[in-house]
T-cell receptor, first 115, second 110 residues
Framework: NAGVTQTPKFRILKIGQSMTLQCTQDMNHNYMYWYRQDPGMGLKLIYYSVGAGITDKGEVPNGYNVSRSTTEDFPLRLELAAPSQTSVYFC??????????????FGPGTRLTVT | QKEVEQNSGPLSVPEGAIASLNCTYS??????FFWYRQYSGKSPELIMSIYSNGDKEDGRFTAQLNKASQYVSLLIRDSQPSDSATYLC??????????FGAGTRLFVKA
């Protein structure tokens, strides 16, 4: 199993540009998450999904959108990139038996810089 | 605002010593707690989870939970240079949401 994969690894965007961060998992997990991690800060939940077709907002959803058309894929869309979105983005997944007990498996991250 | 607080460190211990990492949380509703290890430039990986008051041991790692004091800790026995990393404390707060602390940097000196 490849686990959770993310593309791209690095990206530089200009202010106002848009992009999609890709996330795929091959563990047949039901739950998927997008986090951002700013330097010296904890992970902040952007969006999450409990299954195909079901998504919901986390702590910091503004400026982002998601979709979940399949169990495997959970892309994160940035519209009108701003310098405040400079961060490392992690996608994670978990089995979904019980959210309070689930171990989250993280992808390698995407380092995004907006200038 | 639900929060998980950790001392940012760095915590420096000699090889072979016990490293003690601490975490407090603000939400009394939280029932599940996790410790993730994150090497520099890498993604977090789960070390321990704990749901009940008391101690839980797994190899060189022991997690301790005191819900009355809203306090979670992680002890690493016989610390090794390979344990040098940032340790993230996390609390499940309900609604599919887990709150992460900013992490404690641990440095184990050979």
């Amino acid at each position: 199993n490849a686990g959770v994969t993310q593309t791209p690894k690095f990206r530089i965007l200009k202010i106002g540009q848009s992009m999609t961060l890709q996330c795929t998992q091959d563990m047949n997990h039901n739950y998927m998450y997008w986090y951002r991690q700013d330097p010296g800060m904890g992970l902040k939940l952007i969006y999450y999904s409990v299954g195909a077709g079901i998504t919901d907002k986390g702590e910091v959803p503004n400026g982002y959108n998601v979709s979940r058309s399949t169990t495997e894929d959970f892309p994160l869309r940035l519209e009108l990139a701003a310098p405040s979105q400079t961060s490392v983005y992690f996608c994670a997944s978990s089995y979904g038996y019980r959210a309070d007990l689930d171990e989250q498996y993280f992808g390698p991250g995407t380092r995004l810089t907006v200038t | 605002q639900k929060e998980v607080e950790q001392n940012s460190g760095p915590l420096s211990v000699p090889e072979g010593a016990i490293a003690s990492l601490n975490c407090t949380y603000s939400d009394r509703v939280s029932q599940s707690f996790f410790w993730y290890r994150q090497y520099s430039g890498k993604s977090p990986e789960l070390i321990m989870s704990i749901y009940s008051n008391g101690d839980k041991e797994d190899g060189r790692f022991t997690a301790q939970l005191n819900k009355a004091s809203q306090y979670v800790s992680l002890l690493i026995r016989d610390s090794q240079p390979s344990d040098s990393a940032t340790y993230l404390c996390a609390a499940y707060t309900g609604g599919f949401k887990t709150i992460f602390g900013a992490g404690t940097r641990l440095f184990v000196k050979a």
